[in-house]
Structures are given as structure tokens and as C-alpha cells.
């Protein structure tokens, strides 16, 4: 597979911010206006043997009622789009990427456009430096086959290598966030470091800053809501929401505990994301066939 000749560019600039570490409540009390969450239910199994390790998922803006996914490594550079009765719609290839060990992917508003950002980040690129590809996302059709990135990051850490299964981008702040996967027992915190997205189209080599840590272990994936005020971070067990005030950091907002979402059982559960109204949960799982996942939103808010 060829790799990615990242071009020499600026690097865009961007301040330093102080780390904040969390204390994990048991419950959450200090959100103003929760949404309240149904129990989740599954609405489909994913009918493509191409798809065996699902380890993201994001919604497609562009393309009703369906949703991005891709494996974690031993693939193509490849986005299968699926909808929600668990049929493949399309398998799109980023041409000229790589795909050492996908981890997340994500999709977000920019301006007047749509993208997906998916990071080869995980554990597999740690003595490397990690990439994240972003493209305009496709209307589908039958002669899509192939996209080229529209932006392509390969960024390091401030404090070297680190294992990350989970990215978002927040559209209203204009910043990139990764959380770090902890498996030492004895620390169970996870640490969130910030990229700026970039205003041009190209290549850009980058260094991740650190801003907050959470006291939440294994963490797989997270998302954040369109208006950028609403952070979900998943463990294998449950997720945990942040919400961001109009006017605060998401470093100020990961300083408030957050609470926690009861998440359905799942093998190896490594994907979540927002539904197209910014407030439903949508999860899969790896393993052949994979479930697809629903976490309602109960009444009307």
C-alpha cells in the first residue's frame, strides 16, 4: 500500500492550554437541561462480511438515514456507508491513505462544507507518527468509487506516543480532539489533547496539545454534538456526556464530571456518535455481522 508523502508546510499555530484533571462523579447532577435517554435497542445487523471489526461510526449528513463505518486494521483505506436496516450502501477508497489501524471517524459541518475525519491513530502507529485523513463527504451514487483528502494531518503528541481510539471535531470552535486509551489499571485516566483544523485545504504536520484528563479507563470513541456543546466519550462499558457552555473551553467543561449513559452489552464495542437530530445514539460492535445500535432520546426535547 503506498504511503502518504506529506508536503512541507507552516504549521498553523495555536496556544498551549493547561491540564485539568477530573474527578468522575457516580451520578450526574450539574447538567442544566440533560437529555434523557431511552433504553437502547438494536435496530440491525450489519450484512457485509467485508465489515468484521467496526471500530467507528459516524452519521452521514449528506445521505439520509445512513451512517459511516470502517474496519479497524487489515483493510483497504476504505469508508463502507451503511443504513440503518444494515445494508451496505457504498464502500468508498481514499486514495493514497493508508490504513495501519483506523480507529474513529467522524463527520462535521465546515463553512459550507461536509466532511468525514478518519484517524489511523491507534496503537499499531505508535513509533510513527500519526495521520488523519479528511474528505468532503460523498453523495452516493454509482460512480463514486474513490475520494482524495481534502485536508491530511500527520501530527505527535507534546509528550510522546500514545495510544487513540477516539476523535471529534467541534464544528462552532473550530478544534480536533483525540482521547487517549488507557490500560494501566493503576493511572484509569485517559488524556484529551486538541489539534486547530486547519482554514486551507493540504498537508499539515501538527502537534497535539494536551488539555484535560479524564478519570475514565479504556476509552474507544467518542463524538461531539453539531452545536458543539455536547461531548460523548465510550468506554466498553457505558458512555460518558460533557456539556460545554456557549462560552467555556471544552478544557473548562472536561473539568466538570460528567454522567453517565447506560450502554447496551456489547463484544468489543469501539463506535459511537450523534444521530442527525445532534441528541440520538447510534453504536456498533467488531465481530462478523455486528449489531447496530440505537439509544433513544425519550419525549420531546
Known amino acids: 500500500m503506498r504511503r502518504f508523502r506529506v508536503a512541507k508546510t507552516a504549521v498553523i499555530g495555536f496556544a498551549l492550554s493547561a491540564l485539568v484533571v ?23 445487523e450489519i450484512k457485509n462480511g ?27 483505506p476504505c469508508l463502507y456507508l451503511i443504513n440503518r436496516s444494515g445494508e451496505t450502501l457504498a464502500d468508498i477508497r481514499i486514495k493514497g491513505a493508508r490504513a495501519k489501524d483506523w480507529e474513529d471517524i467522524a463527520s462535521f459541518r465546515w463553512g459550507r462544507s461536509v466532511y468525514l475525519i478518519v484517524g489511523d491513530t491507534g496503537k499499531s502507529v505508535l513509533s510513527a507518527r ?31 506516543h500514545h495510544d487513540c481510539e477516539s476523535i471529534a471535531v467541534d464544528p462552532v470552535l473550530g478544534k480536533i480532539y483525540l482521547v487517549t486509551k488507557s490500560t494501566n489499571n493503576k493511572d484509569r485516566e485517559c488524556r484529551v489533547y486538541e489539534l486547530p ?31 458543539g456543546l455536547r461531548a460523548i466519550v465510550l468506554t466498553y462499558s457505558d458512555a460518558y456526556e460533557y456539556t460545554r457552555e456557549k462560552d467555556e473551553t471544552w478544557s473548562e467543561a472536561f473539568a466538570r464530571g460528567p454522567r453517565r449513559i447506560k450502554m447496551p452489552k456489547r463484544k468489543q464495542g469501539e463506535s459511537i456518535c450523534y444521530g442527525p437530530d445532534g441528541k440520538t445514539l447510534y453504536l456498533t460492535d467488531e465481530g462478523k455481522t455486528p449489531p447496530l445500535w440505537e439509544v433513544p432520546v425519550l419525549g420531546d426535547q
Request: glycine share 4%; charged share 25%.
Open 197 to 227: 483544523f486547519p482554514n486551507t485545504k493540504g498537508e499539515f504536520e501538527l502537534t497535539a496539545q494536551a488539555i484535560a484528563v479524564l478519570k475514565i479507563p479504556m476509552v474507544t470513541a467518542m463524538d461531539i454534538s453539531p452545536d
Open 50 to 76: 467485508d465489515i468484521d471489526e467496526s471500530s467507528g461510526i459516524a452519521v452521514s449528513i449528506r445521505n439520509r438515514d445512513s451512517f459511516w463505518t470502517h474496519n479497524d486494521s487489515g483493510d483497504r
Open 130 to 160: 500519526n495521520t488523519l485523513y479528511i474528505i468532503n463527504e460523498p453523495v452516493i451514487n454509482s460512480r463514486v468509487r474513490t475520494v482524495e483528502p481534502a485536508i491530511t494531518i500527520k501530527f505527535k503528541y507534546e509528550d510522546g
Open 22 to 44: 477530573i474527578a468522575l462523579p457516580c451520578l450526574s447532577a450539574d447538567l442544566s437541561s440533560p437529555i434523557k435517554y431511552g433504553p437502547p435497542r438494536q435496530l440491525a
